[in-house]
Nanobody, 121 residues
Framework: QVQLVESGGGLVQAGESLTLSCAASGSIFRVNAMGWYRQAPGKQRELVAGIAIGGNTNYGDSVKGRFTISRDNAKNTVWLQMNSLKPEDTAVYYC???????????????WGQGTQVTVSS
């Protein structure tokens, strides 16, 4: 199996910064795209940022210019640097990875357990 473990959530004030990290482990042959999603109460889960294995990135419109996603392929780890946080960024943030397990030729999507980010005004 493949496990994703997130860390770095917490409570911050508006304008402050926070960095989330997520490490994939288990029987991994290769991790393809990785990303961060978030879900606020009463809202649908939305893409925050994604990064391909080659480093290409994409961002949700609401975070462009404030958040930066990066990864270390050797460590199967992805980070989300969040700057100039706003109260509307408050949500549970989920790490997602598309990975191929050893001994298979199939890629599947895996999710972390989620980490709470709360931004006070």
């Amino acid at each position: 199996q493949v496990q994703l473990v997130e860390s770095g959530g917490g409570l911050v004030q508006a304008g402050e910064s926070l960095t989330l990290s997520c490490a994939a482990s288990g029987s991994i042959f290769r991790v393809n795209a990785m990303g961060w999603y978030r879900q606020a109460p009463g809202k649908q889960r939305e893409l925050v940022a994604g990064i391909a294995i080659g480093g290409n990135t994409n961002y949700g419109d609401s975070v462009k210019g404030r958040f930066t996603i990066s990864r270390d392929n050797a460590k199967n780890t992805v980070w989300l640097q969040m700057n100039s946080l706003k109260p509307e960024d408050t949500a549970v943030y989920y790490c997602q990875a598309n990975a191929i397990r050893r001994g298979t030729l199939r890629s599947d999507d895996y999710w972390g357990q989620g980490t709470q980010v709360t931004v006070s005004s």
